[in-house]
């Protein structure tokens, strides 16, 4: 039912807050979630591991060091009913050209099944992101969670001069 969307998307917002601001990303909070037994797998917020890391890949890290394997060998112990819920989409590019997280959720295979966001990415920094299609074009439902793009957005852009 939608309201377990919403449910999870607020606890994302949540662990956004605990992001420290800067103007060159965006405060963002993920979750990773078992959908079948409906159990929180790893959460993660902008910048919560160490460098510049996003909240996806913050996600990503805690489950590789949990599991004592690398990132991208996560397919090996993710439920094939696993899905991710991040407040702002996932990037396709990076300003720091670091790896976009599209990229991390790609090369896990179809472990990831259904990515839930609460808003399409502002065209501040990359333009138009073109994430959505590559991952719905890997068989990945991209779904967007309404009614918290104000909130997310207000979050997300703290550390910007405005
Ligand atoms: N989905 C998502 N999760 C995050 O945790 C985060 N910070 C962004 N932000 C997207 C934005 O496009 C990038 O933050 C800039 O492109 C700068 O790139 P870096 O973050 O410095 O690698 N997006
Ligand atoms: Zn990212």
């Given at each position: 039912n939608p309201q377990v969307h919403i449910e999870y998307m607020k606890q994302a917002l949540d662990l956004a807050r605990k992001s420290p601001p800067k103007p060159t990303n965006y405060r963002v909070g993920a979750l990773l979630v078992d959908s079948k037994t409906d159990t929180i797998l790893a959460t993660g917020y902008t910048l919560e591991c160490e460098g510049n890391t996003h909240a996806e890949q913050s996600c990503l890290i805690k489950l590789s060091k949990e599991h004592n394997l690398p990132e991208e060998n996560l397919v090996e112990i993710l439920p094939d009913s696993t899905v991710l819920y991040t407040?702002?989409?996932?990037?396709?590019?990076?300003l720091s050209g670091n790896l976009p997280c599209v990229e991390r959720i790609l090369r896990l295979?179809?472990?990831?099944k259904t990515v839930y966001v609460g808003v399409i990415e502002p065209e501040k920094f990359v333009g138009q992101n073109t994430g959505r299609k590559q991952l719905e074009e890997a068989g990945i439902k991209v779904v967007l969670v309404r009614g918290m793009e104000d909130e997310i957005l207000l979050v997300a852009t703290a550390g910007h001069i405005s």
């Open positions: 407040t702002v989409e996932p990037c396709f590019k990076r295979g179809n472990a990831i």
